[in-house]
């Protein structure tokens, strides 16, 4: 006797390319979340490799601390704060300034912290 079957077979593609999944555009997200109390989170899309530069001001444009300060790959980035200066000293209520800055492109976003 033959015993015949048939078997499917699927085939599937898969793309190698990571551009698929990289960022198409820089883009500096408002943190979340907003307004925070003490720690917040930062997201930013990175759409090639490149030197950044993330910082908090305060609201009369003295640097708080320096958050990012180096080369980074291309991707969907976050940081987070808590709310400390570069002494790591626990910050006031009031509203505070983030600033990208990655080659030529410069963004920059408010947040509340809340005590």
Known sequence: DTLN????IVVQYASTDLGDFLPK???????YPNP??????IHYDLPEDRFVNIT????MGRL???LVNSSQTA??????????NHRN??????????TI?????????KMILLK
């Open 75 to 84: 991707g969907y980035k976050d940081i987070q704060w808590n709310a400390t």
């Open 89 to 98: 000293e626990p910050l006031s209520a009031g509203l505070y300034l983030y």
């Open 56 to 59: 908090v001001y305060d609201m």
């Open 36 to 41: 925070f109390n003490p720690i917040t989170l």
């Open 64 to 66: 708080v601390k320096t």
């Open 5 to 8: 079957f048939e078997i499917p």
């Open 101 to 109: 800055q990655a080659e030529d492109f410069i963004e920059t976003r």
């Open 25 to 31: 555009e820089l883009i500096l997200h408002q943190n």
